[in-house]
């Protein structure tokens, strides 16, 4: 499907009335989520895409930020009448989904917060880029070609350097937070932190999961 000039890949499941849109992280694609929207199906209309530049939809013509990326999901949501979704974002897909002012969140090891110390924002930089995960989870993935930065290097910098702590204080709708216990990559104490800054969230931790728990936990992320 061609969105505003850009092609995109995406899958539908499901037929409940109520719609739910599922934005996967940097590096990853709808592939790693086909297994949860399955059951999720079950209840919702459950929409997965490809964010522009990982796995079936090609890179953007330009250097896209959070917002240009955020104003694609956002013209992909009218392109199918997809009206008040869910929104279930992880990781960089937490960034675009704390922007799309969504009716209802659920946000999973999510990024956002500004890196404090030099070695905390290296260690952020790298995060889902590098994927501290066994080989064969990292198959699902697609294929090497996406999984390095590459021509995508200049949109990973602008991305990971957007602080998002003032977007996520003026978050008003009912806010699902879900974070692996053992996140290595964005460690439970931002969890707490944006709890606090998304006021009336609920914070659910995933026991013994790391950055990816419907992957490494899937049974208890569901």
Same mark, same amino acid.
């Given at each position: 499907?061609?969105?505003?000039?850009?092609?995109?890949?995406?899958?539908?499941?499901?037929?409940?009335?109520?719609?739910?849109?599922?934005?996967?992280?940097?590096?990853?694609?709808?592939?790693?989520?086909?297994?949860?929207?399955?059951?999720?199906?079950?209840?919702?209309?459950?929409?997965?895409?490809? /964010?522009?530049?990982?796995?079936?939809?090609?890179?953007?013509?330009?250097?896209?930020?959070?917002?240009?990326?955020?104003?694609?999901?956002?013209?992909?949501?009218?392109?199918?009448?997809?009206?008040?979704?869910?929104?279930?974002?992880?990781?960089?897909?937490?960034?675009?989904?704390?922007?799309?002012?969504?009716?209802?969140?659920?946000?999973?090891?999510?990024?956002?917060?500004? /890196?404090?110390?030099?070695?905390?924002?290296?260690?952020?930089?790298?995060?889902?880029?590098?994927?501290?995960?066994?080989?064969?989870? #990292?198959?699902?993935?697609?294929?090497?070609?996406?999984?390095?930065?590459?021509?995508?290097?200049?949109?990973?910098? #602008?991305?990971?350097?957007?602080?998002?702590?003032?977007?996520?204080?003026?978050?008003?709708?009912?806010?699902?937070?879900?974070?692996?216990?053992?996140?290595?990559?964005?460690?439970?104490?931002?969890?707490?932190?944006? #709890?606090?800054?998304? #006021?009336?969230?609920?914070?659910?931790?995933?026991?013994?999961?790391?950055?990816?728990?419907?992957?490494?936990?899937?049974?208890?992320?569901?």
């Amino acid at each position: 499907k061609v969105i505003g000039g850009q092609l995109v890949n995406y899958e539908m499941m499901g037929s409940g009335s109520k719609n739910l849109l599922i934005l996967h992280g940097w590096g990853g694609s709808l592939a790693e989520w086909r297994t949860v929207a399955e059951s999720l199906s079950l209840r919702y209309k459950v929409w997965l895409l490809d /964010f522009p530049g990982f796995g079936g939809s090609p890179r953007p013509v330009s250097d896209w930020g959070i917002y240009e990326y955020a104003n694609f999901i956002r013209d992909f949501l009218r392109e199918f009448k997809i009206k008040n979704p869910i929104v279930l974002g992880h990781s960089f897909g937490g960034r675009v989904a704390i922007l799309l002012n969504a009716k209802q969140l659920v946000l999973v090891d999510i990024a956002g917060l500004e /890196f404090k110390t030099l070695k905390a924002k290296i260690f952020g930089l790298a995060s889902d880029y590098i994927r501290w995960v066994p080989q064969n989870i #990292k198959n699902v993935f697609g294929s090497p070609d996406y999984k390095s930065a590459g021509n995508m290097r200049k949109i990973f910098v #602008k991305v990971v350097n957007q602080d998002l702590s003032q977007e996520m204080s003026e978050i008003k709708c009912p806010t699902l937070i879900i974070w692996g216990e053992k996140d290595l990559v964005l460690p439970i104490s931002q969890a707490k932190i944006i #709890k606090n800054l998304i #006021k009336g969230s609920v914070l659910r931790v995933v026991w013994g999961a790391d950055h990816w728990p419907h992957l490494s936990k899937p049974n208890d992320f569901m």
